[in-house]
């Protein structure tokens, strides 16, 4: 018997309005005090009027178009009643039979997984009010900070396409990037920007993957994950503890409500999950209801390149490897960074003489050639230095025209790796230019043959013992000996010369 897993989200993401999501308080920042943010409506006080913050609907809808949804034509909010201290309303502003959005899809990769790709359905968004927060305090007592009631927040709920706790997390991911795209959220985990519940259940398969047993059993909902290795630990989990009840022949009878407990690394019973029906919802009275057909007609068309897009443009356009235009576009601000890079590179390219004759495959080869030094300097050698001095890259000093300048030096071998390095890092000091630095540091590539010739000789004779096996045949040992120049020379020699003047000296017949 085999069991596949079949896994559902429920996604929170709080959205970057200024306002809270039904009066003008500004919205939840963490970096204040405790109930500073805070007015009648937001506290629940009898009598009072919630207005919809107009940002927060634009940004619903945002959400909703970029994952591919059918916006409304008409939706409204509704009150979800229940009672717990960090409401004080005793119900929440929600959206239950009209969301904004529904029937909606977004696309993942899973690179090496049982399956590549997937198309995730999305079932619905809809907009709704942040509860407050509760601190448990060890004495016993429970505060609650008020500032978060009352924040924005859009839910998503997928349809359980998910077959893995690793699927659940790429999309996750690329969820918190499309937020980040669109402008609606920084929907950091770790600051509760985004927070997920997770539905699991198992399906048995026979050995020869027939279906045993019905499409859907049973569900666990995980509440309230807020890291992404909390999502992929718990449905792990849970698979374990599901398939385990499954082989005593006990499986889950009805659906549960479990909390993630991290430190022992487990899940554990919670309430029982109440009914829609324990909710009461019933249309919000104070709202009027939502006509959303022109607003989505108009943000249809300022929906910003989203990432999976920007993506496969990146590996086409400029000749990325797929694999690092991914972790190009990561960040949106080093993808506008690469993309200003590529425009001043291919000005320059396109100027070369020697480019005039090339097309087709020639000019994709070099345009290549140039993206693998773009993304090596970029990803690998930029990027430590940046992280090594924690430096963001929207505070870097280094311009796009600068690195792209910086590029063409080493693309045209004017500067090698080890100049190279020592450049970059100046450029990160101060901003300069790379033709300055260079010639102020004399770190240009030593390719004066006489001085060379002298660093040569020199080897030559600081190394009788080498160059005597090779002459003897240890032909191998001429790597060890351009080393030895590169070295001295502190590495600005061009190794192709080294070689040259090396095997003039070595092997003098070479000459002749
Ligand atoms: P509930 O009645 O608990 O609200 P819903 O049908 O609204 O359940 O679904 C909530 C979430 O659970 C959705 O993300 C959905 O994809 C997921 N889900 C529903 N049924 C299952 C199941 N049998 N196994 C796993 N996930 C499920
Ligand atoms: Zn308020
Ligand atoms: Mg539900």
Redesign the pocket.
Known sequence: MMYEP?????IHIQLKTKSKMFCGCRAHDSAISPNTHVCPICLGHPGVLPVPNEQAIRYGVLVGLALNCQIANHSKFDRKNYFYPDLPKAYQISQFDLPIAEKGHLDIEIPGGEREAARI?I?RAHLEEDAAKSFHHEDGNTFVDFNRGGTPLVEI?????FRSPREANIFLHELRLIARYLGVSDADMEKGHLRC?A???LRRYDDKGNLVGPH??????VKNLNSFKHVERALEHEIQRQTKLWEADTPPLT?TTRGWNDAKGVTEDQRS?E??ADYRYFPEPDIPPLKLKDLADELRSQIPELPAARRARFASEYKLKPSDAKQICEDPALADFVEHVFSELHAWMNALPEMDELAGEALEKEQAKLARTVSGWLLSKLGGLLSERSIDIRIMKITPENFAEFITLIATHKLNNAGGLKVLSAMLDDGSDPSHIMEDQQLGRMDDEGALSEIVSRVVEEYPAEVARYRAGEKQLLKFLIGMVMKASEGTADAAMAQNLLLVLLEPEIDN
């Open positions: 079949v896994i559902g989200l429920e359905g079932t709920v997928t349809e359980p396409d519940d539905n699991i259940s859907f059993n049973p569900k666990t909902e659906s999950k009914d829609a």
